[in-house]
């Protein structure tokens, strides 16, 4: 099994900046990929960004982030982060990290609980 454990949400006003951070923990051999979905009310869950933790650390973001979110990662600690400036009222919703994992027989992808995020004047 596989923990990601995901903090750094809150409420901020339009233009302000938040970080959130994922730690993945548990039993898996090595991370494929790992990033941020979100899912704000009424909608359906799209992906912010993902990391590579393999082919030189690529990464790639919705069109509606890009030049506003940053993704970095630490290989070594698995854990990523999620720099999120210039917040738009958009961008509220619930942000989950999640993690393709491989495992010793298989390769899995698991979610995190997921931590709100609300950007309102």
């Known amino acids: 099994q596989v923990q990601l454990v995901e903090s750094g949400g809150g409420l901020v006003q339009p233009g302000e900046s938040l970080r959130l951070s994922c730690a993945a923990s548990?039993?898996?051999?090595?991370?494929?990929?790992m990033g941020w979905f979100r899912q704000a009310p009424g909608k359906q869950r799209e992906l912010v960004a993902m990391?590579?933790?393999?082919?030189?650390?690529?990464?790639n973001y919705a069109y509606s982030v890009k030049g506003r979110f940053t993704i970095s990662r630490d290989s070594a600690k698995n854990t990523v982060w999620l720099q999120m400036n210039s917040l738009k009222p958009e961008d509220t919703a619930v942000y989950y990290c999640?993690?393709?994992?491989?495992?010793?027989?298989?390769?899995?992808?698991?979610w995190g609980q997921g931590t709100p995020v609300a950007v309102s004047s």
């Open positions: 548990g039993s898996f051999i090595s991370i494929y990929h």
């Open positions: 999640t993690a393709e994992v491989r495992e010793l027989v298989s390769r899995s992808d698991y």
């Open positions: 990391s590579s933790f393999t082919s030189g650390g690529s990464t």
